[in-house]
């Protein structure tokens, strides 16, 4: 992958010129072998889903309930074939959800594509589960996934990362917007982003616009770093430099905060370069 170094401009320089990047594919080979005999890929780009609440002990999330309401529970799947991709012999398609490994439930099933279900109630979310709305914790995922059936007789789990989709129970979250950056480096002196642009990417998951002393489009042309916001916890999970544009790992140190008075927020996370990791403080003061 690529790699940036920060000795200095001409170094840069040259390790941008010498940089390489290798190919990957997001299909397993279980998917290379439908392709190529029976079945189809399929994807769920486009789904959408959150299932928020607040915990009953803010202080202990890993045995505190969750207040969950129909306001913040919604989902919206989207189930189509891969584009360039042709079904063969397939039978019908089905859309299961399972909660920690269990036993699967089948949410959906199709004969065609494109197919689309939502849902948008706390109890859609647990039927067939076996689950009541009190054995869940923040932290906990519903997992979605995709099976073809052929004519015949064959079933394919979809290997694909795009036919797969988990909602994550968390609490309430709302970080995007306009900030006041101040990042404090362990190897020089603070840098001040006077207008940093905080997006959501999904619910309690986030994308910044800057990373380290970089203004931003400087180096790449998205190079903010992605961070998890959970009941007020921030952390950044490891994750490559800008947007995976360079292979450099970028992931927090320790937990960060954000005040639910105030509105700021603090990030800490590691840049790794060739030449040691840097670490940062990133504070940032709601506009």
């Known amino acids: 992958m690529k790699n940036i170094k920060i000795l200095s401009i001409l170094f840069l320089s040259i390790a941008m010129t010498f940089m390489s990047c290798e190919d990957s594919d997001d299909s397993s080979q279980v998917d290379f072998d439908i392709v190529h005999t029976e079945g189809v890929v399929t994807t769920l780009s486009g789904t959408s889903g959150q299932l928020l609440g607040n915990a009953s002990n803010p202080l202990d999330l890993v045995n505190s309930t969750v207040v969950l309401t129909d306001a913040n529970a919604e989902l ?78 064959n079933i394919y789990y979809q290997g694909s990362s795009f036919s797969k989709y988990s909602v994550t129970i968390n609490c309430a979250s709302s970080l995007a917007g306009a900030y006041s950056l101040v990042v404090q480096r362990d190897n020089g002196a603070d840098v001040i982003f006077p207008n940093e642009i905080i997006t959501e990417v999904s619910p309690g998951y986030y994308k910044t616009s800057s990373i380290y002393r970089w203004a931003v489009g400087s180096i790449a042309p998205d190079q903010g770093f992605n961070f998890n916001d959970v009941c007020g916890t921030l952390n950044a999970p490891q994750q490559g430099l800008a947007q995976g544009y360079y292979s450099n790992s970028v992931y927090s140190f320790a937990d960060g905060s954000a005040d639910p008075t105030t509105g700021e927020l603090i990030i800490y996370y590691i840049v790794e370069f060739g030449s040691g990791p840097v670490e940062n403080i990133a504070t940032y003061t709601k506009l």
């Open 76 to 153: 919206t799947i989207n189930l189509a074939l891969q584009p360039g991709s042709f079904a063969k012999d397939v039978s019908k398609y089905q859309i299961v959800k399972s909660f920690k490994g269990g036993a699967e439930v089948v949410v959906a099933e199709t004969t065609s594509l494109p197919y689309a279900q939502a849902y948008s109630t706390v109890a859609e979310f647990l039927d067939g589960l076996g689950l009541a709305a009190s054995d869940l914790r923040i932290g906990d995922q519903i997992d979605f996934r995709v099976k073809v059936f052929t004519t015949t007789g």
